[in-house]
T-cell receptor, first 118, second 110 residues
Framework: DTEVTQTPKHLVMGMTNKKSLKCEQH?????MYWYKQKAKKPPELMFV???????INESVPSRFSPECPNSSLLNLHLHALQPEDSALYLC?????????????????FGPGTRLTVL | SQKIEQNSEALNIQEGKTATLTCNYT??????LQWYRQDPGRGPVFLLL?????KEKRKERLKVTFDTTLKQSLFHITASQPADSATYLC?????????FGSGTKLNVKP
């Protein structure tokens, strides 16, 4: 199974709502990522989990809260979002990188969740 | 800070021609560089990886070069087809962080 799945595909939420995005992979990857992508822009890294521990937080606002309950699942909890948070949210996974070395590991991306904040 | 630039916002070519996309980077010395394809509304898909000690890498109609002196990678699609139309992203990584270039949108016209 070489697929990363994401649910839901589309999400519309108000600024006071609480919602969650889900991501799952069964490739045995121990690094998982959340990216945010605005239209006509490259993906921007938000969070990295390595062996189920948060290893990188790219100064993301606290209204985004990641969670990695096990090696196959990654969640992104959303609360009190702003309209400018509307974007495509991508999940990816890979084999993790040994410290001190550049990784050669390709990332496998999911199809993304299209989020609209009203 | 890390900067990765790709040539022009869109590249229009005729079917059958070779498309050449450029990726330039600064303030980094990656051991590897990767190329991804992204279709509208979809996640990027890995295409090729090239190591710093490799001058060239090929896969079917795709060819990548990597010049660490110029800090540049070139991505070629030979005998291009309309189905090759997509956005192509180069990416450098350090530890578990991936830095994506701005992307080049390729349009192959029949």
């Amino acid at each position: 199974d070489t697929e990363v799945t994401q649910t839901p595909k589309h999400l519309v939420m108000g600024m006071t709502n609480k919602k969650s995005l889900k991501c799952e992979q069964h490739m045995g990857h121990r690094a998982m990522y959340w990216y945010k992508q605005k239209a006509k822009k490259p993906p921007e890294l938000m969070f990295v989990y390595s062996y189920e521990k948060l290893s990188i937080n790219e100064s993301v606002p606290s209204r985004f809260s990641p969670e990695c309950p096990n090696s196959s699942l990654l969640n992104l909890h959303l609360h009190a979002l702003q309209p400018e948070d509307s974007a495509l949210y991508l999940c990816a996974s890979s084999f993790p990188t040994p410290r001190g070395r550049s990784s050669y590991n390709e990332q496998f991306f999911g199809p993304g969740t299209r989020l609209t904040v009203l | 800070s890390q900067k990765i630039e790709q040539n022009s916002e869109a590249l229009n070519i005729q079917e059958g021609k070779t498309a050449t996309l450029t990726c330039n980077y600064t303030n980094y010395s990656p051991a590897y560089l990767q190329w991804y394809r992204q279709d509208p509304g979809r996640g990027p898909v890995f295409l090729l990886l090239i190591r710093e000690n490799e001058k060239e890498k090929r896969k079917e109609r795709l060819k990548v070069t990597f010049d660490t002196t110029l800090k540049q990678s070139l991505f070629h699609i030979t005998a291009s087809q309309p189905a090759d139309s997509a956005t192509y992203l180069c990416a450098l990584n350090n530890f578990n962080k991936f830095y994506f270039g701005s992307g080049t949108k390729l349009n192959v016209k029949p």
